[in-house]
């Protein structure tokens, strides 16, 4: 099957003016205790990427595709959170295992329940992803850290960590994001940030700038002797402005701008960016019939 391809001169255009060079940096504790103390986060981006696609393959169909599983493999997930991706890669696993392991203690339960009561056993962990010494050298044969790599305090430690616990023949499977990935999201949010004359520092773009597809494999080639890069495009179509916003202000923090406590932003501040938000995707949805986010994304296969 032929993938879609969403891109356009004008969303180069608007990339090149839209993205910030600067990006978001998160702590480990931040994600573990704000982000994801809970699957609400992880509910709504999971929610709305799917019901929005219009690329028929999914993000876990591209997974499986590279992962190339014949069933009986050992699985290391990094950050694996609510166990989403686990629960759709398990049938492909049938005399495999699983060890999915998490920072945040919510979400890996949340994991746990989701696939407990099934036949692939399942080991659950919870530790950064930078320290894996509870785990023997030469364990799995696939490693993944999918959208997680961005909260990991130390990478090089990680990579270290991965190389020692993966098999001479196995695989690291890394997915990210262009650092433009979702550029009209940031379209609407910044104007919105510039008409209220915002902190210059909210000016920045996703914390996936620290390991991009665009940088990646300059960072991965010092750990892996051969790392591919695999992307694909989506665009999610919305038609009624409500699930765009809860994907905005829950999903990604209000692009980030509430991410952290900050006594410049109270309510009022974000109420007000909430409804120029909105009334910009209305506009859009009015104008076009619905109001496209184009995701720009895609996995390094490391071996
Ligand atoms: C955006 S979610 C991705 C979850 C899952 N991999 C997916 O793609 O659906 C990021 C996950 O990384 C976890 N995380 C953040 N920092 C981590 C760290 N240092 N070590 C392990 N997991 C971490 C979070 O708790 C969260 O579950």
């Known amino acids: 099957m032929t993938e879609p391809d969403f891109r356009t001169p004008e969303l180069d255009t608007l990339a090149a003016r839209v993205i910030p060079g600067r990006h978001f940096e998160f702590s480990a504790a931040t994600a573990r205790d704000r982000f994801f ?14 019901a929005f696609r219009t690329n028929p393959r999914s993000m876990v169909d591209h997974m499986i595709a590279n992962l190339q599983l014949t069933g009986t493999e050992d699985l290391l997930d990094l950050g694996c959170g609510n166990g989403f991706i686990l629960q759709h890669l398990r049938p492909h696993l049938a005399d495999g295992s699983i060890t999915g392991l998490d920072i945040a203690p919510a979400v890996l339960d949340a994991a746990r329940q989701r ?24 364990a799995f044969d696939r490693v993944m850290a999918n959208y997680m790599i961005h909260y990991v305090p130390d990478l ?23 650092p433009d990935s979702m550029l009209e999201m940031y379209d609407v949010h910044f104007s919105a940030l ?13 914390p996936k700038g620290r390991l991009s597809l665009d940088n990646g494999a300059d960072i991965l080639s010092r750990y892996f002797d051969q790392v591919e890069r695999r992307t694909w495009q989506d665009q999610l179509r919305f038609t009624d402005p409500e699930p765009f916003m809860q994907f905005y202000e829950i999903g ?11 006594e410049r932003l ?18 859009a949805i009015t104008d076009k019939g619905y109001f496209a986010v184009t995701k720009f994304t895609g996995t390094f296969l490391c071996r």
């Open 252 to 262: 990604h923090n209000h692009c980030c701008a509430s991410s952290e406590p900050d």
């Open 194 to 206: 510039k008409e209220m004359g915002a902190p210059d520092d909210l000016f920045k773009a996703t």
């Open 115 to 138: 696939l407990h009561g099934t036949a692939t056993p399942c080991t659950w962990i919870e530790a950064s992803a930078d320290d894996l010494s509870m785990l023997a050298d030469n």
């Open 156 to 178: 090089d430690r990680c990579f270290t960590e991965v190389r020692r616990v993966m098999r001479a023949e196995g695989l690291f499977h890394l997915t990210t994001d262009r």
């Open 37 to 50: 103390k809970d699957t609400g986060m992880l509910d709504i981006k999971q929610w709305v990427h799917n």
């Open 266 to 283: 109270g309510e009022s501040f974000f109420s007000e960016l909430r409804e120029r938000v909105r009334a910009q995707v209305a506009a």
